[in-house]
């Protein structure tokens, strides 16, 4: 088993920025990749950005390209989310992500293990 715990979340204005950390816990070796997903009122769950553990190699979604970075730190278990020129149309819940085998996925049924999720709110 792993256990998610995500953190960082708010309410912030428009063109600031927040860094979501997610702390693993458990069975964290077998992991593969890593990722963050996120889910506004009424929409689909979407992959945000995405990290293999194995080399480290990163993907993000087009709607976060060049302002939004996910890292990690092996010896903390965590992984990050900076969020940087943060727009109202990024207020969503975000969740950490866990993958057992495999690369980061768009597909949410890939996934072995979610956090419990954090409210993020850009106002205008």
């Known amino acids: 088993q792993v256990q998610l715990v995500e953190s960082g979340g708010g309410v912030v204005q428009a063109g600031t920025s927040l860094r979501l950390s997610c702390v693993a816990s458990?069975?964290?070796?077998?992991?593969?990749?890593m990722g963050w997903f996120r889910q506004a009122p009424g929409k689909e769950r979407e992959l945000v950005a995405g990290?293999?553990?194995?080399?480290?190699?990163?993907g993000c979604a087009d709607s976060v390209k060049g302002r939004f970075t996910i890292s990690r730190d092996n010896a903390k278990n965590t992984m990050y989310l900076q969020m940087n020129s943060l727009k109202p149309e990024d207020t969503a819940v975000y969740y950490c992500?866990?993958?057992?085998?495999?690369?980061?996925?768009?597909?949410?049924?890939?996934?072995?293990?979610w956090g419990q999720g954090t409210q993020v709110t850009v106002s205008s």
């Open positions: 458990g069975r964290t070796a077998s992991s593969s990749a």
């Open positions: 990290i293999r553990w194995s080399g480290g190699s990163t």
């Open positions: 992500v866990d993958r057992r085998g495999g690369y980061y996925s768009r597909a949410p049924e890939e996934y072995d293990y």
